[in-house]
Every structure is written in structure tokens, then in C-alpha cells.
């Protein structure tokens, strides 16, 4: 099947496009793929829905607002591209996220599919992390599946590593068996310190991060987190984690502190491995991090390598996974395992939307 995945993330910049080819389990190849920024008006009607349990008038208008940007995300990607919708079979909505409390079997991703197949004309996917809470899993992450896919060819023990508005891991054994989890804050803390301090949406490059000096004794307090010592399997609210602890630091000390602090808690989740890794490849905007990269290498002790350096595209890879989870929901394939999301048997998932 040809699938259409679309991801926004946690960190609210903006909606992935990519197409995929798959059978569900195999990958047979990539198509185009685009990042379409959220306006700032559609991202601050985002923040403002997050935490809502129940549905209201800002989550209803940051609904609206999402499907729409999605609708028009997809056929900008279509018309760029020259993408027929005759030729997708099926599209991977993920939507966004906007209150993840897995242990109140609750996690909410905002976006309407059917309105998303109405106007495509082609069968959405969405919903693909509900099935999993309500049995009892954490409903994230949801990548480890499409992530063994990738790694199929290349030598294993290996790791890989997401970062996103919050960080998470793949760990795939010499027998494809996986274990996943959330490691901690990904770049979230760090965009919020840019926001709060230096009036930048993100810290470019890791140029600010790079200039400063990590606080040592913050990073060991910060070492001594509990969820760091809880066993898998886990996942985090965007907010679980925050800037704070940088608070009173110089801008470019608070940002390299907190860089530091992604990157421990990439290497604090290596003690929960069956068994270590030698090498780390990571996707994600941290991906595009330079300091963050040499942090986790330093951190880890370990190889890291970026996605893009294996010939993959960092910024698709969620999206593809959404793709690619969307045909597994079709051919009511298992998206999540007890040893991904600790769900206790693996579990489909996945809402149908027909055009
Ligand atoms: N050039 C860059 N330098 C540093 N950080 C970057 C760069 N490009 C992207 N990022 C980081 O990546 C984040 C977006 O990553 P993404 O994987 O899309 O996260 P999510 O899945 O949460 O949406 C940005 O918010 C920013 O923190
Ligand atoms: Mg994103």
C-alpha cells in the first residue's frame, strides 16, 4: 500500500508529510516528504487546549484548527509533489496531542477524521493510541514497531533515540526483540527556556547551548529524578518535565544545562537495556542539534549517529511510522507490545474514517 502519514509532535512546530510504501511489515519505499510550520495563531490555540480532559470551546477551536492545518498540510504536500490522492491508499493521521495521562487510561490526540477523509477523499487512520490505553498500556511510544522495520538490515544490539518535544527510545536485540520507553525531556525544555529567555523559538543549531557552561551540580540533582529509576514501561506529558531547574542560570548556561540534562537522561535509560549498545542512532529535531549529538555521545559513552548520516530522513521518520502503523491498523496488525507500552497483550488499534 501507498500511505500518507502525518505527525505534529509535542513540540507544536509544525505538521510532517511523508509517503510510504509497506505492506505493514516490510518498508518497499519512501516518497516525498515536507514539514508544514504551524502558524503562530494555530499554535498558541494548540497550547491552550493542553491538559483538557474533556471536550470545551478552546479544545473544539484548536480541533478545528488542527484538522484544518492538516487538510491543508497534505494537499500542499500533494500539489508540491505532484502526489494523485488516487494514488494513496491510505492516510496515518496521528493528530495532536494534547493531554497524555496514560495512568488514568486517558490520552486525547485532537484532529477530526472524518472530516480529514471528506476532504482528501481518502480513508483516514486516526486514534491509533487510544486502543492501547484502555487496555492498560501507556499508549506511547508508538514508533518501536516501525523502528525494528528500519533497522532490520543493520548489525543489532542498537538504539534508537527520538527526540521530540520529549525523548524516546528504541532498543532493538539481535533477535528483533524491543523495549521502548520515554528516556525524559527531549527538546521541550529547551524551547521554552529559548522562548522565555532569548526570544527564540528553539536554540538554533545548539549555537546557544554550545556557548555555555553546564551547571554540574543541577545536572546531578536532576540525575536523581525518580522516573529516571522506574522500570519500563513508561511515558511522559509534555509537561512532566520543564525548564525551571535551569532558573537563575545565564541564557546560554541554562540552555547548555539543559541540553546536558536531555542527553543524562538518554544515558540513565541505558541501565533498563537487556543488554547495551554500541551505537545510537537518532531522529528528531534534536537530530539537527549539534550539541545535543555530542552531549549524548559523551553522555553514552557510545557511536551516535544521525538518521540522515544512514541515508533515512530525520524529520520523516514519525511520519512514516504513522503511515506504516496505518496499514498495520488495516490489516489488524499488532501497533503496540507489553514490552513497548507495556500493554499486557499486544494490541491493534487504530480508528477507521472512509472518505
Ligand atoms: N536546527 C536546529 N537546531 C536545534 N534544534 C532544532 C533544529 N531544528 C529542529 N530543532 C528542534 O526540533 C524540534 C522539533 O522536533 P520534532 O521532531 O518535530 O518534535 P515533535 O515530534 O515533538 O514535533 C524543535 O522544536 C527544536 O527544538
Ligand atoms: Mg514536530
Not at 116 to 122: D, T
Not at 211 to 232: C, M, T
Not at 269 to 296: S, Y
Request: proline residues 6%; contains cysteine; glycine residues 10%.
Amino acid at each position: 500500500m501507498r500511505a500518507l502519514g502525518l505527525m505534529s509532535g509535542t513540540s507544536v512546530d509544525g505538521i510532517d508529510v511523508t509517503v510510504i510504501e509497506t505492506d505493514g511489515e516490510r518498508i518497499f519505499g519512501f516518497g516525498p516528504a515536507l514539514t508544514l510550520p504551524y502558524s503562530d495563531r494555530v499554535r498558541s490555540l494548540i497550547r491552550a487546549a493542553f491538559g483538557a480532559e474533556t471536550p470545551n470551546e478552546m479544545t473544539r477551536t484548536a480541533e478545528q484548527a488542527v484538522t484544518d492545518a492538516h487538510i491543508e498540510a497534505a494537499r500542499h504536500a500533494a500539489a508540491m509533489h505532484d502526489i494523485a490522492p488516487a494514488s494513496i491508499d491510505v492516510v496515518g493521521f496521528h493528530g495532536q496531542t494534547i493531554t497524555h495521562r496514560p495512568e488514568k487510561r486517558f490520552t486525547w490526540q485532537i484532529g477530526d477524521g472524518t472530516a480529514l477523509a471528506k476532504a482528501l477523499g481518502v480513508k483516514v487512520v486516526n486514534d491509533l493510541r487510544s486502543a492501547d490505553v484502555a487496555s492498560g498500556g501507556q499508549g506511547a511510544p508508538l514508533v518501536p514497531v516501525y523502528h525494528a522495520a528500519l533497522v532490520r538490515d543493520l548489525r543489532r544490539p542498537l538504539a534508537v533515540l527520538n527526540v521530540g518535544g520529549v525523548a524516546n527510545v528504541t532498543w532493538i536485540g539481535a533477535d528483533g526483540s524491543l523495549l521502548a520507553f520515554d528516556t525524559g525531556p527531549g527538546n521541550a525544555p529547551i524551547d521554552d527556556w529559548c522562548a522565555r529567555r532569548a526570544g527564540s523559538r528553539f536554540d538554533v543549531d545548539g549555537a546557544l547551548a554550545a556557548a555555555g557552561k553546564v551547571d554540574r551540580a543541577r545536572l546531578e540533582r536532576f540525575s536523581e529524578h525518580r522516573y529516571f529509576a522506574r522500570k519500563p514501561p513508561k511515558s511522559l506529558d509534555r509537561g512532566d518535565f520543564n525548564e525551571s531547574w535551569a532558573d537563575g542560570l545565564s541564557v546560554a548556561d541554562g540552555a547548555a544545562t539543559l541540553t546536558r540534562g536531555t542527553a543524562r537522561a538518554v544515558s540513565l535509560a541505558t541501565r533498563h537495556f537487556p543488554a547495551p549498545v554500541t551505537q545510537w542512532i537518532i531522529c528528531g529535531g534534536g537530530a539537527r542539534n549539534p550539541t545535543l549529538l555530542r552531549a549524548v555521545a559523551e553522555e553514552t559513552r557510545s557511536d551516535v549517529i544521525t538518521a540522515d548520516a544512514l541515508g533515512w530522513n530525520s524529520d520523516a521518520i514519525e511520519a512514516q511510522a504513522f503511515g506504516f502503523l496505518a496499514v498495520r491498523s488495516l490489516r489488524g496488525l499488532p501497533l503496540t507490545f507489553p514490552t513497548t507500552t507495556g500493554v499486557p497483550r499486544p494490541q491493534t488499534g487504530g480508528r477507521l474514517h472512509l472518505p
